[in-house]
């Protein structure tokens, strides 16, 4: 993505939800630190940070092939989970991808996350399949879908 060609949203009085640019990707890199992730960048995908007046607090990357898209990633600073702020941004999100003309949403999930498991219901996604002990802990991947 060019510098510059960001598109923003003001949420409440404090925070700007907008499109990450390449120059703010050591910002990103460390919120991902900071909620256990390693991450690399993509540049076929939508990325959405949430920022205070300091700092960014939520990102979002969303990798984009032809009218499909895979969530690989929502992540929220410790310090400001469970004020809704998740759902924000993925509402935010799948609107951004609707208009990119975007029809179908991946997104796969431990079986063991039950918050998020029930915000991608709430949401609208459907379970598609299970991948049996999937990740490190031995937790099964739930992949789900969300037409849009």
Do not use: C, H
Not at 59 to 85: F, H, K, M
Not at 138 to 145: H, T
Request: charged share 30%; aromatic share 8%; hydrophobic share 35%.
């Amino acid at each position: 993505m060019a510098e510059g060609k960001t598109t923003s949203k003001r949420v409440g009085e404090n925070l700007l939800v907008k499109e990450v640019l390449e120059s703010e990707y050591p910002l990103i890199k460390n919120l991902l630190k900071d909620v256990g992730y390693n991450w690399q960048f993509s540049n076929t995908s939508l990325k959405l940070g949430l920022y205070n007046e300091k700092e960014i607090i939520a990102y979002t990357e969303i990798s984009i092939v032809l009218d499909e898209a895979n969530i690989d990633i929502i992540a929220i600073t410790p310090t400001y989970q469970g004020r809704g702020l998740g759902r924000f941004l993925l509402k935010e999100s799948l609107k951004r991808l609707k208009e990119k003309g975007v029809k179908k949403v991946f997104l796969e999930v431990s079986n063991n996350n039950k918050k998020a498991l029930g915000l991608y219901s709430k949401l609208g996604f459907k379970k598609l399949l299970e991948r049996k002990g999937y990740y490190k802990d031995g937790s099964d991947a739930i992949v789900m879908e969300k037409k849009l």
